[in-house]
């Protein structure tokens, strides 16, 4: 039984590599040509700091400073969110249902655009720079989002 078990979960495990290789060419075979096979990341990082401190605008432009344009200098954005989390900030006193400000959320937060070539030397420098976050801050985590992305850049020729 045991080993009608094992080749059970080979079969899946081979069954389920072939599904994802073939989403990957499905994929990829959807990309208009002219445009660049890539992949977008989105990670996203809470400011809360304790209980009555925040990630100041300046403490931020220092994290980039320092640890984004360092790894993806050549391009990224940066958006201004509101966000909610399953973890303390939204579950305070401070925060009780009828308190979320539903426009304000309940953290502020800074969502980091990324597009690049799929490589392990991206997966690398996002690995760092989340890291790096979780430490200088002191944060539970921070919300990664990655999605398959067909990238042209269209210039005035």
């Known amino acids: 039984m045991i080993a009608g078990n094992k080749a059970q979960r080979l079969a899946v495990a081979a069954l389920s590599l072939g599904l994802i ?3 990957d060419f499905e994929a ?8 660049l096979e890539w992949t977008e990341t989105r990670l996203f990082f809470g400011r809360d700091i304790g209980e009555t401190r925040e990630v100041s605008d300046e403490q931020w ?5 320092s640890e984004v344009i360092p790894r993806f200098g ?9 966000g909610y989390w399953q973890g303390e900030s939204c579950h305070s006193p401070n925060h009780t249902a009828h308190h979320v400000n539903l426009d304000g ?6 969502i980091l655009l990324v597009q690049y070539a ?4 991206a997966e690398t420098k996002l690995q760092a720079i989340t890291q790096a976050y979780i430490e200088r801050f002191d944060q539970e985590a921070v ?6 992305a067909c990238t042209q850049f269209i210039g005035n020729n």
């Open 21 to 23: 290789a073939s989403c």
């Open 105 to 110: 959320g309940c953290e502020k937060t800074k």
């Open 74 to 82: 050549d391009g990224f954005t940066v958006l201004d969110a509101s």
């Open 61 to 65: 432009r220092d994290f980039a400073v």
């Open 118 to 121: 799929p490589s392990v030397e």
């Open 28 to 35: 990829s075979a959807t990309c208009p040509t002219g445009t």
């Open 143 to 148: 919300m990664r989002s990655d999605t398959p």
